[in-house]
């Protein structure tokens, strides 16, 4: 697509479960007082509506002041059972988004002061660097998860328009992701990732996540992106978190419950900071998005866009998804966005393969289950008519960090309660089989704090 020929770098994030009224709904509210962001309200109508019930517990939306942690290990669950629950019964095509308290298991929390904490919500204090996004750049109202799921059926809604799978695996089972189709078209992309990469989960990834240079460690990115000529950097780059379900050394930085998210608005900086620094960022586009919202309150039903199995899928449940998931929160980063804006049109996380097809594929397609998704693409909300703004500095987060806990010493291993948790434990002895040992430059560490523990903190599993 001709328009599309000012955007030269590409960059997607995607962190973990959390929702738009999480992380975004306060925008409507005092002192912002937002009419153009669908947030939340504090009319008693309005709660009303939206108050869930807890055991005979009525609880409406409040802020949360404390973005360091969740208490008890608290992780909701959010696959897809559990998603159902939280949306509750349909009703002339609307979920009445009134289970998300009493959808968590007594075996997670029977503690009334925590369960509620998934119809908690941030306000800019809490979320500086998304509060920094929602004032410099744009944000989308509308952006929904692809599936009222879980992780695993998500992230690969998002990096290949289907999933195999409609619940986490140990292992997933093998597919075309966007990685295969940037390298059929001859479109450079690289994966930058704090941790152990996602999908060291789907073990033909293995081998080049080890051996290859498509995978860099995250703390490369800056100086890639300072050091390298346009003929050298990739044009597709995947940023990726520290994933709080994997073993890992220091801070989750994904922002996946029970971690808070000061980690995550961290991380986020020094992404931000890395392309703003460099010389791409007047033709750069980064996009951040969520998997899903983790089993936290959004007010808004999700639109009845279904998505079938594809042949080949295995299914738990064979029954097609008749919705989209819950909105989440979503950036878009750019010289050609407006400052301060919101895109209302709908999103999912196919929304950025259509993007990706309408700049490389042919015809501007990425593929025909991609191109026929009733979802808006994000080249909908760029703006190429005005000279490229200059970056504007984030916020100073030195005072806000201070004050979360000390980083974990050694390796944090989380007992590997989930399917999920299992895989990315199963990932690490697939590093290991792949060659990976004591002295790779990118798991060497890890893999020897795991192996040589000296204070290895274990999560309980939730």
């Not at 020094?270 to 586009?285: E, R």
């Not at 895109?343 to 999912?348: C, P, T």
């Amino acid at each position: 697509m001709a328009k599309l020929n000012p955007i030269k770098t590409i960059v997607v994030v995607m962190m973990e479960n959390r929702s738009f009224d999480h992380m975004l709904g306060y925008l409507s509210l005092p002192p912002f007082n937002r009419n153009d962001v669908d947030g939340l309200k504090t009319d008693p109508a309005w709660l009303a509506q939206f108050t869930n019930d807890d055991n005979g517990r009525a609880i409406q939306p409040f802020l949360s002041t404390d973005p360091y942690d969740m208490p008890d290990d608290f992780d909701p669950p959010h696959e897809r059972p559990n998603m159902a629950a939280n949306l509750g019964t349909l009703q002339d095509n609307a979920y009445p988004m009134n289970g998300f308290v009493s959808a968590i298991p007594s075996s997670v929390s029977t503690n009334p002061d925590v369960r509620k904490l998934v119809m908690s919500y941030f306000g800019a204090e809490q979320v500086p660097m998304s509060h920094f996004f929602s004032q410099n750049f744009a944000i989308c109202d509308a952006w929904f998860s692809a599936l009222p799921a879980g992780t695993q059926p998500n992230r690969l809604m998002s990096m290949s328009g289907e999933t195999m799978i409609d619940v986490n695996r140990t292992i997933l089972p093998p597919q075309d992701l966007v990685y295969d189709w940037l390298t059929a078209r001859g479109v450079s992309w690289r994966v930058y990732h704090q941790g152990i990469p996602f999908f060291t989960m789907m073990l033909k990834w293995v081998p080049e996540i080890v051996l290859n240079n498509h995978f860099r460690p995250f703390n490369h990115l800056a100086s890639d992106l300072m050091n390298s000529s346009p003929d050298d950097l990739p044009q597709v780059i995947f940023v990726e978190p520290t994933y709080q379900d994997a073993p890992h050394l220091g801070f989750a930085t994904d922002e996946h419950a029970p971690s808070g998210v000061s980690n995550g608005q961290e991380f986020l900086m020094q992404t931000y900071n890395a392309l703003i620094n460099s010389p791409f960022w007047d033709n750069s586009l980064m996009i951040v998005d969520y998997d899903e919202n983790g089993a936290f309150f959004d007010h808004v039903t999700p639109p009845m866009i279904p998505t079938a199995a594809q042949p080949g899928a295995a299914w738990s449940n064979p029954s097609p998804f008749i919705s989209l998931g819950p909105r989440i929160p979503a950036y878009v980063i750019s010289p050609f966005v407006k400052p301060g804006s919101v895109y209302h049109g709908i999103l999912d996380h196919t929304s950025v393969l259509k993007l990706i097809g309408e700049k490389f594929g042919v015809n501007g397609s990425y593929s025909p289950l991609v191109d026929a998704r009733p979802v808006q693409s994000i080249s909908d909300m760029l703006n190429f008519n005005g000279p490229a703004a200059n970056a504007p500095a984030p916020p100073a987060l030195d005072a806000y960090l201070a004050k979360r806990p000390p980083a974990p010493t050694g390796a944090t291993v989380p007992t590997p309660d989930t399917n999920l948790q299992k895989g990315f434990q199963q990932a690490v002895t697939s590093l290991k089989q792949g060659g990976a040992d004591m002295n790779h430059p990118k798991f060497g560490e890890l893999i020897y704090e795991m192996d040589n523990p000296v204070t290895v903190r274990s999560v309980e599993p939730t």
